[in-house]
Each structure stands twice: as structure tokens, then as C-alpha cells.
């Protein structure tokens, strides 16, 4: 199984700055024949279930505020929060669904 | 608009069973990959299975095969999990989510649902 390793595992940043998750794969989940990454970026609050943010590592979703961003290839992914809000506080998680079964790295939580 | 509503959770005693369902609308559910994740408490995600939008593929966690199995009914617009020889560390909550893209079959997941509670004691 692809194993996806998130750093740093919690993470706090002042309101406005820049924030930085990392997201390292055991495999490539770049698909040569599409070009595409695999992976996902989701966002939890306390709650309520997981909420997609980012997909094929850099498409962010409809309704998603454009300080999130998502980049990297291949192994190496990265979310980026440009300028740190109150509502972004919550745990955040990458996941891979370039194998048949997928897998989520651990989490990282970002706080104020 | 979208919804994906899990019932079938409870406490259960460790060895006995439970299944799980997950009634969606407010799109062609035939159509959608969809899949089952839970989340112990306190814990991060963890994938369980996925089953493609006939039926036809189905696979599962380590952590689960064998013992779970993943189902749906087209025509009820339900997704279904039994879960069999429950232990300790099943206890979860289970979402239910569905495949970003229509008739895909490695996709994100776009829409979960608010979850259903399962507690393993005895």
C-alpha cells in the first residue's frame, strides 16, 4: 500500500501569515498517460466530516477560497494557505486514490 | 442538492455484527463510485473500502478484508457495509462518500455524509 506522510504533524501560524502543510508519498501517483497526480487535500473541523479542498494535487474546488492552494508531483505535494483565517483551523489531510485502495496520510492540524 | 445519510451504527459486542447504510439523493447514484472511510475517535482517516458504480469491483483495507463487505442497491439508491467479527478497534465513525467524478473510478471524494457511530465493547 501507498503510504502518504504528512509534515508537520500540528502546525500554528498567526492570523495572515502564510501556512504550509507537506505531504510526502512512498510511491509516484503521477499517472504518465494523463499527466495527473492523484492526490487530494481535505479539510476537517471538529464534527463535521472531511470537506475536499484541493484535487489532482492542484485543482482546487468550486467555492473554495483561492488562498488555498495546492502544488507538488510525483511523491512530493504541498497545501498552502496564503494568509491564514480564524475559519481555517482545523486538521487537514492528503489522500492518494491513484491505487485501487487508497489511503490518507495521518493529519496535520494547524491552529492560531 | 447532494445527500448521503449513514444509519445501522450502535454498540455491539466484540465477534457479533452490524451492517451499515447509506442512503443518497440528489444525484444519478448508479453513476458514482462510492466508498466507506471511518475515523476512530480522536484519530485521523482511515479508507475502508470502495465499490465502483455497478457493482462490479470492490476492494477493501487489510484491516478489513475478509471480514467487511461492501454492497449497494441501485435501484434503492443505497450503499451498504456489513461488518462482520467486530473488535475494539472497528470502533469508528463511518462515513460514506462518493467519487468526484461521474462514472470514474479513481477519483477524490467530493460529498461524505454526516456519519454513523459504531462502539466495539463488551
Known amino acids: 500500500d501507498i503510504v502518504l506522510t504528512q509534515s508537520p504533524d500540528s502546525l500554528a501560524v498567526s492570523l495572515g501569515e502564510r501556512a504550509t502543510i507537506n505531504c510526502k508519498s512512498s510511491?509516484?501517483?503521477?499517472?504518465?498517460?494523463?499527466?495527473?497526480?492523484?492526490l487530494a487535500w481535505y479539510q476537517q473541523k471538529p464534527g463535521q466530516p472531511p470537506k475536499l479542498l484541493i484535487s489532482w494535487a492542484s485543482a482546487r474546488e468550486s467555492g473554495v477560497p483561492d488562498r488555498f492552494s495546492g502544488s507538488g508531483s510525483g511523491t512530493d505535494f504541498t497545501l498552502t494557505i496564503s494568509s491564514l483565517q480564524a475559519e481555517d483551523v482545523a486538521v487537514y489531510y492528503c489522500h492518494q486514490y491513484y491505487t485501487k485502495e487508497s489511503t490518507f496520510g495521518q493529519g496535520t492540524k494547524l491552529e492560531i | 442538492q447532494v445527500k448521503l445519510v449513514e444509519s445501522g451504527g450502535g454498540v455491539v459486542q466484540p465477534g457479533r455484527s452490524l451492517r451499515l447504510s447509506c442512503a443518497a439523493s440528489?444525484?444519478?447514484?448508479?453513476?458514482?463510485?462510492m466508498h466507506w472511510v471511518r475515523q476512530a475517535p480522536g484519530k485521523g482517516l482511515e479508507w475502508v473500502a470502495v465499490i465502483w458504480k455497478d457493482g462490479s469491483n470492490k476492494y477493501y483495507a487489510d484491516s478489513v478484508k475478509a471480514r467487511f463487505t461492501i454492497s449497494r442497491d441501485n435501484s434503492k439508491n443505497t450503499l451498504y457495509l456489513q461488518v462482520n467479527s467486530l473488535r475494539v478497534e472497528d470502533t469508528a465513525v463511518y462515513y460514506c462518500?462518493?467519487?468526484?467524478?461521474?462514472?470514474?473510478?479513481?477519483?477524490?471524494?467530493?460529498?461524505w455524509g454526516q456519519g454513523t457511530l459504531v462502539t466495539v465493547s463488551s
Open positions: 462518500a462518493r467519487n468526484l467524478g461521474e462514472n470514474g473510478d479513481y477519483e477524490p471524494l467530493d460529498y
Open positions: 510511491q509516484k501517483i503521477l499517472f504518465n498517460s494523463n499527466r495527473k497526480n492523484y
Open positions: 440528489g444525484f444519478s447514484f448508479s453513476n458514482f463510485g
